[in-house]
DNA sequence: AATGAATGAGCTTTCATTCAT
DNA sequence: GATGAATGAAAGCTCATTCAT
């Protein structure tokens, strides 16, 4: 039978894609990011992609599993950066909300297409595959949440307004995919060193 | 003799919209917030707005002219809201900050549709009409930048990163349409407090 | 606003089709009979037609609908028929039945295409439009049956399967229509009168 | 090696379908009978199956190719059951007519979708496989006729339309198929029965 | 000021079929 | 025997737009 089985509708779990579909997500990632997921046409996506029509239906039962595809396959990316950037420090709120900072800012300059993406088009998931999506999203996305809670009761962070802490660190660092030029003077590093200063500098911590 | 040859393509200056094209201005909005500019119809629009599918093209060129005469429409809200806000303070920067903080929250909670379009659709308009648009969005948008350079000039603001920080307030007021939720518990004027108490944080006034 | 709001498909009494609208009908029933409903292509009858694609869609919101509009234009045919013949005779169950049998053979004879249509693509109606079909239809068609119960009660007809007759009657005279043709040495009055003969010796009429 | 060979389409004899092919040709039916010939896929033909599109493909040449075994199938059938219920009887136009009819309704009844599938789907058959089909159809079918001018030169019917009672009878059992209900009240016997009547009342038997 | 009718280009999707393995 | 991958053609339908009235 057909590849679609395989497809991220069907099973939650994380499925690495065929280099074959690497393609097509590449390509109609192009496209969305262009002119967004309904100005978008799967024809011009499957010539992008070097492959007849047909071919990409081959490998994805439509339109909707392949956006679902790619926001997945970016909030993939997404995690692996978080994960390895905590994976490097220890428990310290200060240390660790530095590490997710630098994790969010490398994610927004060196994913800039996925970035972009992801909170732009989600919307365009119909309920049953946001639904999966956001299943798979969540977790990731807690993390800022918990280090800023934390860091608010062991006292590290004496900000009044963790939430909206989070929602501007959040708004901030994913703004930077709107501006960032990679042939630009700064490098990814310079701007994450940055922003861990802004993002601290909301927190309040204890002096 | 078509009403067209007053419509924003052909003069920059600013056209007060009829009756009729508010209606239908305000149908097209929330179609274009719903579903995005590619993939809404002008069909829907029309029929949104309880007339005929010609009416509409009596009135507006063509799709991109009512996208166009809706991010003008937005941006002169906008830019309305600021003047207001400004015009009740004097010189001093951190007022004239708290001010504009203040207009900006207020313009992303009470016309949190207008919000979401501009910046979200801008870039569907066609190169000609950009350039229109830009001409007239700059203007009001420099603002924060102005504020905070002066604020920076005269000591008022000690930060080392003030592009980073007009970029983060931006940002982070911007997201605020897309979570603000007009029957939750905090009013606009309680959400500017807050983020007007942030922005501060971020620029390091001189204590 | 479109012609559509007076499909059948919206209300379900009769609406005589605008000459446009049967120049669709008559194309359209020329492809369904000859290609089946499934295997007709849409495009071919508007081809057909003698116009665009599009203006089809703009009289019938669909394929479905078209079906729809060609059946009932087929009931009503059948109908004015039955009606027309039954109007010339009294009471006698023997003379009504002989009429509704000549309109039947003439129904199947000159109008070779709506019969074939009627009872063959029927089961291609989506359910809600088989019920606003079956509501139609009910009406003519159980003419036969009442007018057969009629003659048993009255003892005009004295066979003892009242239902298997009726049933015979109708297959009989329906496959006319698969083997009639107008150049051929029968006319449809011939016919008729051989198939009332032969449908009364079905009823076994009292002697 | 093939077994596509042995197909219908290639020799015009009587093949067995293998135990596979058996397969194929059930789900396939099944699907034809639903949708009709050119609104089924035979994607989903295979899907039915149980077997993927390929192996479909091994069997049978094109969809065509499956069409004619489909039908060949169904008059092999009725041939059987009515070469069965003649040897049953002897010389006399009525023995014989009445067991015809009895295999008549026995195919209609117990083959129902055999039965729904000849007759509605042979227009769909190409040239060439209408040419092979009719072939195989034709020495059983002529049956009817041959008892019927027989008894007609014999004196034993003495209907003066025997051609209309042939088309009458063969219609009125044809279309038993379309109402019959297998867990409904009558046995195929009973209604064997009936139409063995009905069908003598219209040849008008010699008293 | 507004409408109904029409059009051509384009959309997403499915089709029957082929072929290398 | 059977499969996965691919293809070109065509399907039904919707699109933005125009134009005579």
Redesign the interface.
Known sequence: ?SVRRGTYARHGDTVVPSERQRVFIEAARREFVR??????SIRTIAQEAGVSLSALYYHYKNKQDLLLAILIDGVNAFDAMCDEELSRVGDDPVERLRALVFALVRFRTTCQEQSLMIG?EV??LEPENAAVYEQRRRSGNELLGSIIEDGVKSGAFTTP?PE??R??I???T???AN?YDPDGPDTPAD?AA??G??AL??L?PRP
């Open positions: 039978m002119n967004g997921y309904g100005a978008s732009t919307r365009n307004y909206d802490c929602r501007s959040l708004a901030m994913t703004s930077i501006w701007i940055r922003y200063d802004l500098l909301l309040q």
